[in-house]
């Protein structure tokens, strides 16, 4: 049984959205996003049982009864193995809707739980506290896990996950000048009906093919090859069934691609497009265009453009009962 910090009152927590898939990984590669990202405040109460008290942003689409929320489910499994007792109220800031394909969900369970492991000082990695943010992602993807959303957020980077049980992360080195950027048309696509919608059996020679991709296009972050990484950005697998739900979908492949970028693909399971560039310039203007796609089709959009985020998730505040303290987390 660990004990809390009883000095400590409150803990802001921040996880990023992350890139999933990347095209050629469906459900084992990703990487973190600087911005957007949601932040979780974890505030300790006197009595009674674990609460959701607040959500702000996308209030109305997340449910806030703690064992089906992600970020409540996540903190609940870890309060739970840790043995503490469960009093604490959490705040969710949603900085992005969820059934965007950025790991919305992902990064509300990260988040959730890097702050209670703030309370106790730390025991835990961040790789040590993956198993319970997925507790709290299983929620989003039907039962389904994945660990490619959680892991970036999580860690930061890219990631690859090579296993899920058990969990077996392989941090990826990179090129430090990729450049990304994420349309996200305002669809709402559930990530469960997204998955659902796949098919369960591939061939032999799509599988083949895709292989390939993926091996070269980690062998093409590790030697910084942009050129091997543009070749293998592609899928024949998940894209071709999930390209179609997403209307403008091609279009806004194909200007991404016109204007400079390595490769395109949806992020995670969508609506959200990516174009990761070998620029932050060639990224605004592939999301220009990206974005000037869904005008055309009269459909709102955001876009993002970042580099990849190396932190990951991060502590932004620790307020204790007597004095305010800012700390960065130091991972
Ligand atoms: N890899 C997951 C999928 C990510 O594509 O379903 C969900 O955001």
Redesign the pocket.
Known sequence: MRSLNEHIREVRAFAPA?V??VSCG???L?FALNRPGDEVVVRRKKQGPMCISRVVGDANSIPTEVERNTSGAAILAFVKTMGLDDHFEIEIHKKMAIGT???SS?ASAVAGVLAVNQFLERPLSKSELLPFALEGEKI??GG?V?A??VAAALLGGFIAVRSVQPVDIIPLHYPSQLACTVVHPHIELP?AE??RI?REQISLHDAVRQWGNIAAFVAGLQNEDLEVMRRSLNDVI?EPV?GKVIPGYEQAKEAALKNGALGSG?????PSIFALCDSQEVAQQAGQAMQRVFDELQIQSDVYVSQVNARGAEILEVKRKDERLKMKDER
């Open positions: 992350s999933t898939n469906f459900d084992v990703g394909g950025l790991g992902a989003t993807s389904d994945h490619d959303n990530t997204m998955r796949l998940i999930r949806i992020s995670g399971s969508g």
